[in-house]
């Protein structure tokens, strides 16, 4: 399919190559440039006009003028303020105003990013008056607003529709992604927090690199979130298979009246679960109730004694098990459904036995289709963030042998307590750039290999 | 001669004009230039209180009558109706967050050391005079080398005992009223609230518990060791390089702690959730009497009615609230007989020092009506707001007058003033790095009080020695000086 | 023995065998309907316990049986500290709002990935993937001095940009169940002169509509249940969404707490129900393909 859309991509605009392609010599090409193409240099939009294309003449300009706003009234400041991150302390006291070092780097991230923007569009807009340029030396007339409508909604569908969600993920997604690359080598954080100024440092990485506490937690904090990662996705798996199979199997009846109770759990939103189960297991609730009443010691489940470590890791996979298998289930089920009925006919008649049967066919068959899903649940789960955010919040246990960490926390726990909770901004940012090479080193070389992204042009 | 004495009269004239002239420095009269008096026209101001004051009443009708006092003048105040532990740093700066809040004076404290607090003109307001020195310096802070008040004290905060009368023992006044005046013993040393505890639990009682607590709130339980002659930082409370936890008898007077943890064998008392849990146990009969602070006393109140068993009237007036029992002097409570600290007080016992706070109001540095704010601030710190204050809410006041008025009928907010002013109740620092007091702290508490339970489940005991728990107090220090110094 | 006996025997062996084998499941799935019913039966039961705190009861039922909580989560707001009325619109609005828009362009993401060739494409790809890697709220710094800027702290149009503008991340479901749909169908419309526009809304929106009902619960219950954005961006109690409510509620109104969850519940459980059989089909053809 999509050779045939290329195909006719190429059919249509047989006379259209790249102009960096087709004149590689660029004096050639502004030797070549016609009035129009040269007015696009010069002024976004004109081109476009000199074409007789008003309407899109007048969007060009329009975003030229938006832009050319923008800087003129703080763009140009942001952009310079980015290096310096502020060189007027503010005193609130006296009144003296001053700079926010944290503002002006996402700010001048963001001016950055408009610049770019603005230079993408003119190098578009000058393309599109070569386009133009080409047509009439051709003999034909440039397109007209409705041509360009219709190109729009056919040849070039996928810049139309794509365009938003490049800007908004660029503004909402990459700007604050970047804003922590860069925050990292910074000092921001601890007691440089606005209104003192920070400024451009190697800071963080020393002290990851010096202070032993952090690298002691690190070591820490990793093992038990690649056990969990491992075993919470191996659990829930093998239960969200078992349940998948117990209610494929023949001889239940009504099974979707007992597939409903499942469902329920996956239906109801996850953070109440959580809570729920927080108050369940809580020293005074229910269980540690019943514990006493019927003489016996209640249990630490998720409070800050050192003996809850193994009983809260415990819970944490019990609660993720309750939350995440039925997904599983369902979508075992699907899978399984998928399975042709030949096959199990034909090794019955072979005499294989049923055990054989989930060994032979099933379970290969279910364990390729859900490669790619596995990794995916082990990324989530690597990440679980909510899980024991919401089961032990505020309740640091086994103090002393974490930095400002419990020890059910993940690295990601740890994290948002570094970095929002004790505002250690580049410290956090530091690390979490550690933690990203590592795994997206890792599931990268994974996901490089599975079968889903080598094969996509073959499924089709 | 005469003119000389004449010459004299003048100078000492000029000079007691100079001298307070002189207080007010030069800074200090930049600072406080934005309070010239004049309110801001059509100004609101947004007042944050706390969660317990919104949920009880007090703080709609403190802007009642705020806006009915100032009708006509143009300003009024709102409640503001965003968290109680609002982020002035974050919020501030985008102009959100409150002009006036109201929070304990370490939270408030923390945000005035980065300046996102006003210093406020306290010498000018009317309380000034009627509040205690110890109270204002709760919100004293240096800068530009200078002392700053960056607070307006309302109410002190600190640890009182809560018990239902009705559910006294019936035969206290026969066993337990050794010195026939009129209190239970158990609740005037903690050696005799131990021996009733453990009989309560031996033998039944009118309640399943004598005292019971959540031992591993550091607010709390802290009193134990600056009783002992611990403090926080060193040189008052300045100085976050020396942190005096582990000095004086401090492990002594935890192993009490350890002690009490025993005798209670509930889990519950390792959880700071028994603080909310606390209101329904006292209510049910769970134990006979409790330690937390005076401003939650309406939820005992409401926890009462709830149970049927009460109405307001005979809540209000069965709940008491009294200071906390005196700590023996030998650090041991089961050290000799209980008897011995009734008739022998003031020899074998000492009195409680608890950690305490002072919740007052604040000013934010990003408010666009300073004066009104303050106007707000003066009103709400008058005497017949500080009295409903404490009718509404069961608060001791932080002023004098309103003390001493309450006191006439309840003796222990009189008595809550005094040891403010004797120095029994340890403000929390003002320092920025209290902040990392908290969790460590609680941290080990918390290891100190389930070693009562590591037998029970076959571990070894860790702090059956003072000098275990000295050892543990020393580590507890470093890891409150790593938190602090570790990444600054 | 005669052949009859020998089969008659098998049989009875083979009903016994039957007999264990249904018991056996049927216990399971007793077992099974228990543990995941349990949990909720308990919360919606605590939600009608007469007595507000969860120290009140001992064990897991309520010793008494109100519908006060119900009456008090909607008519008594605890001097506004729980307005649990506007949480509620707050919440419908953000979770339907993000929902239409987040649908709209996660679709089209997906389509236009699944079958489009162009340059970039493949960059595209790589950087989403990257993207993807980042701890999520180590944006959240930024992410709220940029809506700070743009006036939208305190807002409700805050997260739905947030929630919709982000969506377009995880196209990859929407992609993989685009790639299963054969190229023939698309030739032929482009032969009958369709443009990629009319094939996109005529035939492939038909066609997706498994993933189209999938792709708009995810993107339904995700604001409907985020508690971090909200926490962050909301300021004012009478702006917070219900799970940022019902975070705030300590133990003392833990019915309150069971009552509320229940209206934030009961709507995604009814919809789960209704739509299981679309749900099925998205996750399955997502996953399969990744």
């Known amino acids: ?460 | 001669m005469k003119k000389l004495c004449l010459y004299f009269l003048v100078m000492f004239l000029a000079l007691s004009f100079i001298v307070p002239a002189m207080a007010e420095s030069e800074m200090y009269q930049r600072v406080m230039s934005r309070f010239h008096g004049e309110l801001e026209q059509g100004a609101v101001v947004q007042v944050l209180e706390n969660a317990t004051s919104i949920e009880l009443g007090y703080a709609q009708q403190l802007i009642d009558a705020f806006n009915a006092a100032y009708q006509g003048l143009g300003v009024s105040a709102k409640i503001m109706d965003i968290d109680q532990y609002s982020d002035l740093a974050t919020d501030g700066p985008y102009g959100y967050g409150p002009d006036v809040w109201y929070q304990a004076n370490d939270i408030l404290m923390k945000y005035a050391t980065k300046q996102h607090l006003l210093p406020l003109p306290i010498f000018d307001l009317e309380c000034y005079p009627h509040t205690p020195r110890d109270a204002w310096d709760a919100y004293k802070m240096v800068m530009y080398d200078e002392p700053f008040f960056c607070g307006v004290p309302i109410n002190v905060q600190s640890g009182m005992l809560f018990y239902i009368e009705s559910m006294l023992p019936d035969d206290w006044q026969t066993q337990w009223d050794l010195n026939q005046n009129g209190m239970p013993d158990f609740f005037e040393t903690f050696t005799a609230l131990y021996a009733y505890s453990k009989a309560v639990q031996e033998n039944g009682g009118t309640t399943k518990y004598g005292y019971l607590d959540d031992l591993v709130d550091v607010y709390f339980s802290f009193g134990y060791l600056f009783t002992g002659g611990a403090y926080v930082f060193g040189s008052d409370d300045t100085d976050p390089a020396d942190i005096g936890l582990a000095k004086g008898d401090a492990a002594k007077c935890a192993s009490m702690l350890r002690q009490w943890a025993a005798l209670m064998n509930n889990t519950e008392a390792l959880d700071k959730a028994f603080a909310s849990a606390a209101y329904s146990y006292l209510a049910q009969g769970t134990m006979l009497c409790t330690i937390t602070t005076p401003d939650v006393k309406q939820m005992f109140v409401r926890a009462m009615i709830n149970t049927g068993s009460w109405t307001r009237e005979e809540a209000e007036a069965d709940l008491k609230m009294i200071p906390v029992p005196r700590l023996p002097k030998s650090y041991d409570l089961t050290g000799g007989p209980w008897q011995d600290t009734i008739t022998d007080m003031d020899n074998l016992t000492t009195q409680t020092i608890m950690m305490g706070g002072m919740n007052g109001f604040g000013i934010s540095a990003y408010t666009q009506c300073p004066n009104a704010s303050l106007a707000f601030i003066q009103f709400a710190a008058s005497f017949p707001q500080v009295m409903e204050r404490n009718r509404m809410l069961g608060i001791s006041p932080a002023r004098g007058d309103a003390a001493a008025e309450i006191g006439k009928d309840d003796a222990t907010v009189q008595m809550m003033f005094d040891n403010l002013d004797n120095n029994l109740i340890y403000i929390m620092p003002a320092i920025n790095e209290m902040s990392q007091l908290w969790t460590p702290g609680e941290s080990f508490l918390i290891d100190l009080c389930t070693d009562a339970f590591r037998s029970s489940r076959g571990e070894p005991e860790l702090y059956t020695t003072i000098e275990q728990i000295q050892a543990a107090l020393e580590r507890m220090v470093q890891q409150i000086l790593d938190a602090i110094f570790t990444l600054s | 023995m005669s052949g009859s006996a020998v089969i008659k025997k098998r049989k009875k062996r083979l009903t016994f065998r039957r007999a264990i084998d249904n018991t056996l499941t049927y216990t399971a799935l007793v077992f099974i309907s228990v543990f995941f019913l349990f949990p909720c039966l308990w919360l919606v039961l605590a939600s009608f316990s007469k007595s507000g705190s969860l120290y009140d009861t001992r064990g897991f039922f309520p010793s008494a049986y109100s519908f006060q909580t119900f009456v008090d989560l909607f008519t008594d707001d605890v001097n506004g500290l729980y307005p649990y009325g506007r949480w509620f619109s707050n919440t419908l609005y953000v979770a339907s709002m993000s929902c239409v828009l987040g649908t709209v362009l996660v679709i089209l993401t997906g389509y236009v990935m699944s079958r489009f060739r162009f340059k970039g494409r493949d960059s595209i790809k790589q950087i989403t993937l990257v993207l993807g890697m980042f701890p999520g709220f180590m944006g959240m710094a930024a992410i709220y001095i940029i809506m700070a800027q743009f006036g939208l702290l305190n807002r409700l149009e805050a997260l739905i940009i947030l929630y919709a503008g982000t969506a377009p991340l995880g196209y990859l479901l929407q992609k993989g169940y685009f790639d299963t749909i054969p190229q023939t169908i698309y030739e032929a419309a482009r032969i009958d002169g369709a443009n990629n526009f009319l094939i996109f809304r005529k035939i492939t929106l038909p066609l997706a509509k498994p993933m189209l009902v999938y792709t708009a619960l995810t993107q339904f219950t995700w604001p409907w249940s985020d508690v971090l954005l909200p926490r962050l961006l909301l300021k004012n109690r009478e702006q917070w969404t219900v799970a940022v409510g019902l975070f705030s509620m300590p133990e003392t109104h833990f019915s309150r707490f069971a009552a509320g969850s229940m209206f934030i519940a009961v709507p995604i459980v009814i919809l789960f129900f209704c739509l299981v059989k679309n749900i099925v089909n998205g996750m399955t053809a997502g996953a399969i393909k990744g």
């Open chain 1, 1 to 460: 399919m999509q050779h045939q859309a290329d195909k006719t991509l190429n059919k249509k605009t047989p006379f259209f190559k790249k102009p960096g392609m087709a004149y590689q010599n660029f004096t050639a090409f502004l030797k070549w440039a016609p009035p129009g193409v040269w007015a696009s240099i010069c002024l976004m939009g004109a081109g476009q006009l000199v074409y007789g294309q008003i309407v899109k003449g007048i969007a060009f300009l329009s975003c030229l003028a938006a832009s050319a706003w923008y800087f003129i009234t703080m763009g140009i400041k942001d952009l310079a303020g980015i290096f310096t991150l502020g060189t007027r302390q503010e005193d609130l006291w006296l009144g003296i105003p001053g700079d926010n070092s944290m503002t002006m780097l996402i700010l001048g991230v963001f001016a950055w990013g408009v610049l770019v923007l603005t230079v993408v569009l003119w190098y578009a807009n000058v393309r599109d008056a070569v386009f133009s340029a080409r047509r009439v030396q051709q003999g034909k007339k440039p397109r007209s607003f409705r041509q360009t409508l219709r190109a729009m909604a056919d040849d070039k569908f996928h810049i139309t529709s794509l365009s938003l969600p490049v800007v908004t993920v660029t503004v909402l997604s990459i700007v604050p992604i970047v804003f922590m690359i860069l925050i990292a080598f910074t000092n921001l954080g601890g007691d440089i927090v606005y209104p003192k100024l920070a400024g451009w440092s190697l800071d963080a990485w020393q002290k990851l690199v010096g202070v032993s506490k952090l690298g002691g937690t690190f070591q820490k904090i990793i093992t038990w979130n690649v056990t969990w990662a491992v075993s919470t996705t191996l659990i829930n798996f093998i239960f969200g298979l078992s349940l998948a199979l117990l209610l494929n199997k023949k001889n239940v009846r009504y099974s979707k009246f007992w597939r409903a109770f499942p469902i329920l759990a996956y239906a109801i939103p996850g953070f109440i679960s959580m809570l729920g189960y927080r108050f369940m297991f809580s020293q005074s609730g229910p269980i540690n109730s019943l514990l006493t009443d019927a003489g016996k010691d209640s249990i630490f489940f998720l409070t800050n004694d050192a003996s809850a470590k193994w009983w809260a890791r415990g819970i944490g996979l019990f609660v993720n098990a309750w939350i995440a298998t039925p997904s599983i289930m369902l979508m075992a089920s699907g899978i399984l459904s998928n399975i042709s009925a030949d096959l199990y006919e034909a090794s019955t008649l072979d005499g294989a036995s049923s055990l054989q049967q989930f060994r032979k066919i099933t379970f290969p068959f279910v364990l390729f289709a859900t490669t790619p899903l596995l990794i995916s649940q082990f990324v989530g789960n690597f990440n679980n963030f909510g899980i024991f955010f919401f089961m032990r919040n505020n309740v640091i246990s086994n103090y002393g042998d974490y930095f400002l960490a419990s020890d059910t926390d993940l690295l990601i726990n740890w994290l948002y307590n570094l970095s929002v909770d004790n505002n250690y901004y580049s410290v956090g940012a530091a690390i979490s750039l550690v933690i990203f090479a590592i795994t997206s080193t890792l599931s990268l070389a994974v996901y490089m290999r599975s079968a889903a992204y080598k094969q996509e042009d073959r499924y089709q």
